[in-house]
């Protein structure tokens, strides 16, 4: 397993299936200064294929993810205005 990213917010969507976690990421990160990490911790691997697309179609840096068990734990970086993701 890959080590921990370190993140500045976490938000737990265990349980929670497609579109939920991507809604409440979208909601966090709103809140969230530029260059903040978010840690989203989910049991649904669906989230495996949205969270990338939705970072590419907001601009905001899909960083990867760790698995622990029947959990993924995945990790988005917010961009700010001017800053890109590449």
Do not use: N, Q
Request: net charge positive; proline share 6%.
């Amino acid at each position: 397993m890959e080590s921990r990213i370190p993140a500045d917010e976490v938000i737990d969507t265990v349980g929670l299936y497609c579109p939920v976690p991507i809604i409440r990421t979208a909601e966090r990160i709103k809140r969230m200064r530029p260059g903040g990490t978010l840690e989203i911790l989910s049991d649904d691997r669906v989230i495996l294929i949205d969270l990338p697309a939705w970072c590419r179609s907001t601009g905001h840096a899909y960083l990867g993810h760790t698995r622990d068990g029947g959990e993924y734990r995945l990790f988005v970086r917010k961009t700010g205005a001017g800053e890109t993701t590449r």
